[in-house]
C-alpha cells in the first residue's frame, strides 16, 4: 500500500498521480497498478469495470467512484476519485 493520502476528510473529489518505472499499456493496467500498490486497505473494491472501479470504505460505507488514466505518458499515471454516496 502507498503511504500517500488518497482520501482525504471532508473532500467530495480528487486526484491523485504517481509514476511508474514500467510501462502501462492502458488504462485498465494503471487500474490495477492503483489498486494493488495505492488503494488504502481500508477500502474494498465492490465494482470493477476495467479503468473504473467503485469503493466502500470499511468504516463509514462511503462510496466512491475512481477513474484511472494517463498523465502524459505510459509512465506517469493519474487516477480521479468521486464521492458516490
Not at 494503471?30 to 465492490?46: A, C, G, K, R, Y
Request: aromatic share 18%; hydrophobic share 35%.
Amino acid at each position: 500500500m502507498g503511504t500517500e493520502p488518497i482520501f482525504n476528510a471532508g473532500e467530495f473529489n480528487g486526484s491523485f498521480y504517481w509514476e511508474t518505472d514500467y510501462y502501462h499499456h492502458d488504462n485498465a493496467f494503471t487500474m490495477q497498478d492503483f489498486l494493488s500498490n495505492h488503494l488504502p486497505s481500508d477500502f474494498e473494491v465492490i465494482f470493477e469495470d476495467g479503468s473504473y472501479v467503485e469503493v466502500q470504505h470499511h468504516a463509514t460505507d462511503e462510496v466512491f467512484s475512481i477513474d484511472a488514466k494517463g498523465n502524459g505518458d505510459c509512465y506517469h499515471h493519474a487516477i480521479d476519485w468521486c464521492f458516490l454516496r
